[in-house]
Nanobody, 112 residues
Framework: VQLVQSGAELRNPGASVKVSCKAS????????VDWVRQAPGQGLEWMGRINPEDGGTKYAQKFQGRVAFTADTSTSTVYVELISLRSEDTAVYYC??????WGQGTQVTVSS
């Protein structure tokens, strides 16, 4: 199993960002993918999950209305898009399959 994420992003406050996570080595539609982030000096924070088979999503209450997960079954890729970025969104974002397999992380920095 391998999860490969897109590269680091730098955004201004108020902008949006979209991070990708390409999966391989397993049947993509058979497993949920979760998104987790870790801000500097903080613990892991669960953002939600997506079912790649039907696109069904569940979001942590904190992120509802500001985050969207999508999945492209043709490329076995899931995406997280976060809008109205704030400095507090500066973090490393991870995708994970079953909390057993993890992407390498994507640094998102929000700064003017």
């Amino acid at each position: 199993v391998q999860l490969v994420q897109s590269g680091a992003e730098l955004r201004n406050p108020g902008a949006s960002v979209k991070v990708s996570c390409k999966a391989s080595g397993y049947t993509f539609i058979s497993y949920y993918v979760d998104w987790v982030r870790q801000a500097p000096g903080q613990g892991l924070e669960w953002m939600g999950r997506i079912n790649p088979e039907d696109g069904g999503t569940k979001y942590a209450q904190k992120f509802q209305g500001r985050v969207a997960f999508t999945a492209d079954t043709s490329t076995s890729t899931v995406y997280v898009e976060l809008i109205s970025l704030r400095s507090e969104d500066t973090a490393v974002y991870y995708c994970t399959q079953g909390m057993a397999y993890w992407g390498q992380g994507t640094q998102v920095t929000v700064s003017s």
